[in-house]
């Protein structure tokens, strides 16, 4: 089956780096996503990774493993408005989108 | 960047009424829109594809008699939840792609639709 897996909640600190990982199968494989959600808010692009490695992208960063089929977000230089939840989606064979749960990162003063 | 917007934002209607969402890409060609449903502190569901000039295609357990969906040109689609019922009080979510392979996403802003 398609499954994305990752973690429910995470907490860090203003100021600190919080590395956000998601593990994924599906059926083929075109492309790892990762959306920001804010409470009451439509998810917004953060990133798009389809060969493995490090994308950077200012202070948020992904990275993808195809053959571990893993994925995180690296979000350094953390800021009150980070607070929100990070969704990690996959791409299929088909190009449909399969979304995980989510992780709602609380960020701490 | 390609902008999405969705009209109504916050919709309270009473249960057996039926309620349209409209969505637009603003500034480009859409050749698929997508349409989410959210529950609170639940991830995003598809619920429906559609492709302009064609019906669209249910994900499974979506009634498509009950949430109609119209996407009459590349720039516009319309949700229409029929007989509306409090548990179709969610947040719903349009998104639109500009080209087949081009699957990020555009999302619109989201309506929140309340059952009362």
């Known amino acids: 089956g398609q499954n994305i897996d990752q973690p429910t909640e995470m907490t860090a600190t203003e100021g600190a780096i919080v590395q956000i990982n998601c593990t994924y199968q599906?059926?083929?494989?075109?492309?790892l996503f990762w959306y920001q959600q804010h409470a009451g808010e439509a998810p917004t692009f953060l990133s798009y990774?389809?060969l493995d490695g490090l994308e950077e992208k200012g202070r948020f960063s992904s990275f993808l493993s195809r053959s571990k089929g893993y994925s995180y977000l690296l979000l350094k230089e953390l800021q009150m408005k980070d607070s929100a939840s990070y969704l990690c989606v996959a791409g299929d064979s088909n190009y449909q989108l399969i979304w995980g749960a989510g992780t709602k990162l609380i960020i701490k003063p | 960047g390609a902008v999405v917007s969705q009209h109504p934002s916050r919709v309270i209607c009473k249960s057996g009424t039926s309620v349209k969402i409209e969505c637009r890409s603003l500034d480009f060609q859409a050749t698929t829109m997508f349409w989410y449903r959210q529950f609170p502190k639940q991830s995003l569901m598809l619920m429906a594809t559609?492709?302009?000039?064609?019906?669209?295609?249910?994900e499974q357990g979506v009634e498509k008699d009950k949430f109609l969906i119209n996407h009459a040109s590349l720039t516009l689609s319309t949700l229409t939840v029929t007989s509306a019922h409090p548990e179709d009080s969610s947040f719903y979510i349009c998104?639109?792609?500009?080209?087949?392979?081009?699957?990020?996403?555009?999302f619109g802003p989201g309506t929140r639709l309340t059952v009362t």
């Open positions: 990774n389809v």
């Open positions: 559609s492709n302009e000039g064609s019906k669209a295609t249910y």
């Open positions: 599906t059926s083929g494989f075109n492309g």
């Open positions: 998104s639109a792609r500009a080209g087949d392979r081009d699957y990020e996403q555009y």
